[in-house]
């Protein structure tokens, strides 16, 4: 269960994500809880993009807490979503993160409001040092349309693939199981 949204994604000038990621597009996204804690309790929060690249492209992100493991928070705008692992583009290693534009608590009611307002959503690629690039912003808006689910195993861009191998063999494995039980009904 999450809150279903649309944003338009604009790439930002010299972002490093150019030439991936079109210049500007209206993508899916969900917001929700990890482990569904009720109403505003805190909850590791997850943000899914779904960017309509050739191929299309899933970013499925949470928020995370010191050296990106995932943390609750109380607030969606409250901290750091992150990729957790990171990806490889272009042949550098980099990890993908976002924040949330506007201290809302982390129920579904309170987003959806949020959503009503419109809020943005900033994209940044970090390498292994330095400060987060900005990347790409994302302006919020509710959305009726449904995404039952995300798969970043299978929508990934060549130039931008999730790393470290190993880690991702296990990770396709989990999805894969994950399509069959879906097409199993």
């Not at 949204?5 to 990621?21: A, K, N």
């Not at 798969?151 to 199981?177: F, G, K, N, Q, S």
């Amino acid at each position: 269960m999450g809150v279903n949204l649309i944003g338009r994604w604009s790439t930002c000038p010299g972002s490093p994500l150019e030439g991936v990621f079109p210049d500007a597009a209206d993508v899916l996204v969900r917001m929700s809880k990890g482990a569904g804690t009720p109403g505003a309790w805190p909850d590791v929060l997850g943000l899914a993009v779904r960017v309509p690249a050739e191929p299309p492209v899933d970013l499925l992100l949470s928020t995370v807490g010191p050296f990106r493991v995932p943390w609750p928070r109380k607030g969606w705008g409250r901290g750091r979503y992150d990729a957790i692992l990171p990806y490889r583009l272009r042949g550098r290693l980099v990890w993908i993160s976002a924040r949330v534009e506007g201290d809302v608590e982390s129920s579904h009611v309170a987003l959806r409001e949020h959503a009503r307002r419109g809020f943005r959503v900033l994209i940044a690629v970090s390498g292994w040092f330095g400060a987060p690039k900005p990347a790409a912003l994302l302006a919020m808006q509710p959305s009726a349309e449904e995404v039952d689910w995300f798969d970043p195993m299978r929508h990934h861009h060549p130039d931008l693939r999730p790393v470290p191998r190993l880690v991702t063999a296990i990770r396709e494995r989990a999805y894969a199981a994950s399509r069959r039980g879906r097409e199993a009904g």
